[in-house]
């Protein structure tokens, strides 16, 4: 089966807190529940988020492209 952990899964765009849906900012606010929720990536290589920003600034990575 498919692993589904460390997603958020919502019917509400809303409540993912991200910046600018209308303008396409996909970057995750402060109050984001995606914020120290998302899975160790350390292991694939991937220093950067999608707007290049290191991938780790919490305690944890967070869920999705971009690292709040």
Same mark, same amino acid.
């Given at each position: 089966?498919?692993?589904?952990? =460390? !997603? *958020? =899964? /919502? #019917?509400?765009? !809303? @409540? &993912?807190? +991200?910046?600018? &849906? *209308?303008? %396409? =900012?996909? #970057? &995750? /606010? @402060? @109050? @984001?529940? $995606?914020? =120290?929720?998302?899975?160790? &990536? #350390? /292991? +694939? $290589?991937?220093? !950067?988020?999608?707007? *290049?920003?290191? #991938? *780790?600034?919490? /305690?944890? +990575?967070?869920?999705?492209? %971009?690292?709040?």
């Amino acid at each position: 089966g498919a692993d589904i952990q =460390n !997603n *958020l =899964n /919502t #019917r509400d765009i !809303n @409540s &993912v807190k +991200f910046a600018d &849906v *209308l303008q %396409s =900012n996909y #970057r &995750v /606010t @402060s @109050s @984001s529940p $995606a914020i =120290n929720k998302g899975k160790d &990536v #350390r /292991t +694939f $290589a991937i220093p !950067n988020d999608y707007y *290049l920003q290191p #991938r *780790l600034k919490g /305690t944890s +990575f967070d869920i999705g492209a %971009s690292e709040y």
